[in-house]
Structures are given as C-alpha cells and as structure tokens.
C-alpha cells in the first residue's frame, strides 16, 4: 500500500487538493498519507474553501474532506525533525497541490525552511517522484526558470491547468479531470479513464 505526501501551499486552487485527498482516503492501494499545510495555504483553503481551518489541528483533515480519515495524518509544518524529513523514510511519492511560486522558490534553491521544502528536497536527493501543482498566471522569467530547475533535479512539473475537451459540466468535473492525472502520476488508479480517445470528428476539406 502507498504512502504518498500531500503538501497544501498558498497558490489559488485548494480544490485540486481536497478532491485529490477525497480519492486518495478512498483508494484501497493508499495505505497512508501525511498531510502538510503551509500557513498561507491554511488562509487560501478558508477563502476559496469557506471552511475554518486552524491548520494545526487533527479537525482539520476532517474539515478539508467532510468525513473523519484513518490514513490521512496532518504533521505540523515547522517540524523539519519529522519522519518525511529523512530519506530513510519509504515514501512512495510527494505531490505539493497547489504548489506556490514562493514553494517553488524554495525547492529550486535548496532552501528548506519548513518541513514542505524539505520533504520535498528529501524527494529529489532520493530519486523519488515529486509533482510540483504549480499555479500562478502570467509567470515571471525567475518562476519559469525555477521551474526548469526543479524539472532538471527530478521534479514533474504540472500546472493547475485544467482542459475542457472532456466538456465539464461542474468545477468538480473540471477539477477531477486534472486530479485524474495526478493520481495516474502516483500510481494510484483513480476511478475514470482520461485517456484522450482521439478525435471524434474528422476535418472537412
Ligand atoms: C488568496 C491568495 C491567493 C494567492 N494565490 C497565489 C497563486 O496563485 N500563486 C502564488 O504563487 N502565490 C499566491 N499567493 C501568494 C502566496 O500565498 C505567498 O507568496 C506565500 O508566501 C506563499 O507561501 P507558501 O508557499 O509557504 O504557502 C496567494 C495568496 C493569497 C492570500
């Protein structure tokens, strides 16, 4: 069973992360997750969310997924003495959703301040599947060459960029169809298939 980090940052998109948790506390192939919020993720989840996060405390993943969790656990932030903190640890990927320019930053300069950057830093030195959710409109050329750089150390990059040609009729359906694929990335199968069948239409001459 997997064991999969999901790190909340500050960046617009705090849906991409609550319906990437729902389907991964239903998944019978995810034994764990260790849930991480940075602060201003905290404040962007009560904007876009409504919801009163402390972003402290266990309530909070039973806020974030309307249902209480046995396998995800919330870890404090600042605690960069945490079990992710270590490459001894067996994660089977990390996923930071929505993923921050200032996150960004950090990963792309080694800089590990809290426990996101370096859960995330950790990731890369081992060789392990990280996917940044990277999420900011229009990017600046610092943002698109940390990008590059992350890319370069072993991250995947992958904008909060939904498609359409799945024809959404909800946010839900618009979101899902991008978590789809992040879950594909985890290896975590996932209830639908996006697989792109081709076009249904051929062009008239
Ligand atoms: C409502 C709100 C929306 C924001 N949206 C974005 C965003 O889409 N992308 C981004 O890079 N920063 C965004 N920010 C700014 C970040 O939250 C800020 O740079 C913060 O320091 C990031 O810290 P963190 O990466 O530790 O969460 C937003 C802030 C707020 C309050």
């Not at 790190?7 to 849930?35: F, K, P, W």
């Not at 989840?45 to 919330?74: C, F, N, Q, Y």
């Not at 992350?150 to 024809?167: D, I, N, T």
Request: proline share 6%; charged share 20%.
């Amino acid at each position: 069973m997997k064991n999969i980090t999901v790190a909340i940052t500050g960046a617009s998109g705090s849906i991409y992360a609550q319906r990437l948790l729902h389907y991964l506390d239903e998944s019978d192939a995810v034994g764990c997750v260790n849930l991480l919020l940075s602060p201003l993720g905290v404040t962007v989840i009560r904007e876009e969310l409504d919801l009163p996060l402390a972003g402290t405390k266990a309530a909070d993943v039973e806020l974030l997924l309307g249902r209480p969790s046995e396998k995800i656990k919330l870890l404090p932030v600042k605690d960069v003495g945490a079990t992710i903190a270590s490459g001894s640890y067996p994660s089977d990927g990390m996923i930071i959703v929505p993923c921050s320019m200032g996150t960004l930053g950090h990963i792309a300069a080694g800089i590990s301040r809290d426990l996101i950057h370096r859960a995330a830093d950790v990731s890369l030195k081992e060789r392990r599947k990280l996917i940044l959710v990277v999420r900011e409109t229009p990017f600046n050329s610092i943002h698109l060459e940390n990008m590059l750089r992350v890319e370069r150390a072993g991250a995947l990059v992958m904008p909060a960029a939904p498609g359409f040609y799945h024809k959404p009729q909800t946010i839900t359906e618009l979101v899902d169809h991008l978590v789809f694929r992040m879950l594909a990335h985890l290896d975590v199968p996932h209830p639908k298939d996006t697989v792109w069948p081709g076009r249904r239409h051929e062009l008239q001459e």
